[in-house]
């Protein structure tokens, strides 16, 4: 029926906070083969494949694991572990061409019989929803050694991308018995050691297949705090902070004798949500009068001192059938209150019940401030996350509004399940999602297109804005991926320059 | 020794019924553990079959009575969240707070005795009413208003310590301290400034008595009788007082973690709140509770031994 | 002559606490919630008189309401401590034997929780909230108005007009009204100034932490809290709410000195 892609609603503070560091102290300290990388959200194991969590493909997808097919910087399919891939006519067989020189970190050489058991294993071992990313797949087998056959029950474009996240990655098949503590992949890196609550250590695998990673070790650490991230930045315990998590705090980092600021795109939408079951928001002009009540331009100016993208719908700039400024509404208090007006809705109370990060807060906030301009009285409930809020607004849909970044990529597919915590029902824009799933990527391109204006102009939602993959940098550090565009952190490209 | 006994058996009842009330407390807590554990991607059936697994779906009683057994044996069970054993983990993060908790006590230590000593000394002066307000301000900043402060004054401002983290003693004992300094200050600021109160109103006290002022008839200064023959006999009010600043650096400890992004016992229970991590917090809560218990026991009898008075009752 | 300078210092700060926040509840110079993107972290001086913060929201208008959530936090918490606290202690004091033992063991196990790991579990339970705090703090500072009016109690009751209260037949909860309470305020205002404090520390320590007042309600811990990310640039955001906390601890901790050595001079520079 559905697209079946289920991403994981991998909405963590994960992403949004990334150091890298030298060892030592001070930007001139650090040696040259090392990087320590500094995060917020630590993983809880460091097996993807039985926890979730968005901490765990960050460190390892693409540093430890790796799949047949990749995602690149601009967020396009790349061959990984297959040196090529054909596509039948009908969209429903895919055969992958095995590199042949590739190692498990084990030892064990990378073959058919891996691939297979890794695709087979996501369907039989997989605890997690997102393993339903598989179920799509007829079988797969094992053509010869080098080469291997996968034929699914219905052509979709999702599946291949699928191919590129987490469930995707390569295990060895005698790799998989403490997968918690020891990870066993083909990636350019392996993990050395792990301090939970404080560090995880990978180095350099020196079996890898590919080009040799300039670092010899990256560490990263996690902290709890932003607020000690960025201080110990300043204080140049650390020579990297990824992923600002309050941008306003870039100020800090204006000498540009030591540091650099990267700015690229990531896949979080920053979405309002409303309860689309629930009154007032079932109806249709007050969901519209909330997206013309709130000044996107000022909330980003005052949460996010600017950084960010405003965007109109679930869509992000690595989408290939992203439409821009076309989707967003333009702020129109007085339209909003006679839509308000009209609906009857003047002067309603609103749960809004958001996750306790601090980008939520910060937003909800602003949110709470413009509603009231247009007489609508939101009462702000933060609850912890994830624990709290993944059991009241996502599992149990208890919520009037919510803000949370979704940061999966491509998760256009929120919208079209009914029972996703949004509640949003309509069969048009599942149908639409549907077709371009199966047809081909130029069909495709549009038919997203338009299922996208549909979600829109329906205001099933609004979108605050996609998030910044906002990154401060020892300014002699090169090859750090600047935009966020799968799940991984990737390092096997980041080198010092010139020391 | 009688005493000694009767206070271990309160001990032994206080431990009994704290773990139940932790336990039942917490056992209300909204979310279920399975659920939690699962996260977004869990399917009912995976959920129910952990359910089981953790034994959640039993009755409350027979959910402590497991609880409480394995806690004898130091098993504070699984976490549901990172399926890992929970004592080890607390163990860890004790050692952390408890070097935090130490070393913050020494610094009010170090602080307090001179403090008290001249604030006595300068008993109805000006210098001496200037201590007195010092202390007075310094008890009214709280641990994690100092924090901040010294973080920005050492850390961001002057960059001569770290602003948060820590490296354990083993691995680097100069980085250690380092990473500790900053949080022992803010500790023991406000832990000192209150002790200085009491040590110089404990050596008030003691001046008024009359070895004191036999000894000063022989001429020994004002300063020195009070340290030579003050102090030792202000001593039992001040552990007293230690004894209860214990506790209570022991939970300021909690939020100075959280200023300084150290790995103690603090941070773990912070952590277990915010990932519903129940079991977690349970032992967290446990180990401080009765940290807070041992320590009012070790406090009561270290004050007999310490006053000969009440040694004989 | 020190003592009544420490209790008149104490007074005036106290006061001017309360009557800060009595004026918020009417009025504030701007909405202390209104956002503005214009106005976006202004200096202090001209129209903001102590600034903006980052949210362009007026720093003065939320600091009056931050000492409104104070007065609120500690009148809750001291409330619930003196309701509970009070009548434990006084009633362990008339009783004794073994009313009073199980009544003092209780009070001492209260004693093992120290008030914010209370704090911090009340909100695990039912989430984060001025009030659910207040309610731990009070419950964690019940033992110790507990301890302090069975002190009081027990001294009041070696007094002659108990004596001739009992020979005159009056009934134990009279007695306890109309002779034991009277004579044992005194001190147990004091122990409310110390509990005062303690309440506003433990109310700024859980904002900061997350787990107290709810946005965008500005107690003086969440303004912390909020303004901490912003420490190398405009520190000033810390220092407002991070004066007003320790000014209004030290003004309740003189009130409460001052206090105790009229009481009890005895006791004098002891907390």
Partial sequence: MLPRRIPALTLSAALVTVTLAGCGSGADRHSTDALTVGLVAEPATLDFSTTDGAAIPQALLGNVYEGLVRIDQQGRIQPGLAKSYDRSADGRTYIFHLRNNVKFTNGKAFTADDAVFSINRVRTVWKLKIAQQMDDVRSATKVDADTVKVTLKRPSNNWLYSMTTRVGAMYSRDGVSDLKEHPVGTGPFEVASWQRGDNLVLKRNTGYWGARPALDTVTLKYFKDSGALNNAMLAGDINVLGAVQAPETLSMFKDKSRFQVIDGSSTAEVVLSMNNSRKPFQDKRVRQAVRYAIDHEALLKTTRAGRGTLIGSQESPSDPWYAGASNRYPYDPAKAKRLLKEAGAEGTSIRMRIPNLPYAVSAAQVVQDQLAQVGLKVRIEPLEFPARWLSEVFDKADYDMSIIAQVEPRDQWIFADPHYYFRYDNPTYAQLLQKADAGSPQEAAADYRQALKLLSQDAAADWLYLMPNLMVADKSLRGLPVNQVGEGLEFAGVRWSGK | ?313 | MRSRATLLTGCLIVALVLAVAAVSMVWTPYDPNHVDAARQLAGAGGEHLLGTDQFGRDVASRLMVGARITVFAGVVAVGIALLAGVPMGVVAGMTGGWLSAVIMRVSDFLLAFPALLLAIMLAAVYGSGTLTAMVAIGIASAPGFARVSRAATLRVMTAEYIDAARLAKRGRVAIALRHVLPNIADIVIVQASVSFSTAILAEAALSYLGLGTTPPTPSWGRMLQESQDLLFSTPQLSLWPGLAVAATVLGLNLLGDGLRDRVDPALEGVR
């Avoid at chain 2, 130490?102 to 001496?128: K, Q, S």
């Avoid at chain 2, 007293?240 to 103690?264: C, D, K, W, Y």
């Fill in chain 2, 1 to 313: 020794m009688n005493h000694v006994v009767r206070r271990t058996a309160t001990l032994l009842v206080s431990v009994v019924v704290a773990s139940f009330v932790v336990f039942a407390f917490l056992a209300v807590l909204p979310g279920n553990a399975a659920e939690v554990a699962l996260g977004t991607n869990a399917t009912p059936a995976a959920v129910a079959r952990l359910s089981r697994e953790f034994g959640t779906d039993r009755p409350l009683l027979v959910q402590y009575a497991d609880w409480a057994q394995g806690l004898l044996h130091g098993d504070f069970g699984t976490s549901y969240v990172t399926h890992e054993a929970i004592g080890p983990r607390i163990a860890d993060r004790f050692a952390v707070t408890a070097w935090l908790v130490a070393g913050g006590m020494l610094v009010a230590l170090l602080l307090a005795l001179p403090a008290g000593v001249l604030a006595a000394a300068w008993h109805r002066t000006g210098r001496g009413a200037l201590l007195s307000g010092l202390s007075q301000v310094g008890i009214a900043v709280p641990a994690f208003l100092a924090g901040i402060l010294l973080v920005y004054t050492f850390a961001v401002r002057a960059g001569a310590l770290p602003a948060g983290g820590y490296t354990p003693l083993t691995e680097d004992a100069q980085d250690w301290a380092r990473h500790l300094v900053l949080p022992w200050v803010s500790l023991g600021l406000v832990q000192g400034a209150v002790l200085t109160r009491y040590v110089r109103s404990a050596l008030l006290s003691v001046q008024r008595q009359d070895f004191m002022r036999t000894a000063r008839a022989k001429g020994v200064r004002r300063w020195a009788a009070l340290c030579r023959h003050g102090l030792p006999n202000a001593a039992i009010p001040v552990v007293t007082v230690l004894g209860l600043q214990l506790s209570n650096l022991l939970v300021g400890a909690i939020v100075v973690e959280h200023v300084f992004v150290i790995p103690g016992l603090g941070d773990l229970l912070l952590r277990g709140v915010q990932d519903r991590d129940l079991l977690l917090v349970q032992g967290v809560v446990v180990v401080l509770v009765v940290a807070v218990l041992v320590l009012n026991l070790v406090t009561d009898l270290l004050y007999r031994v310490l006053d000969p008075r009440l040694r004989s009752r």
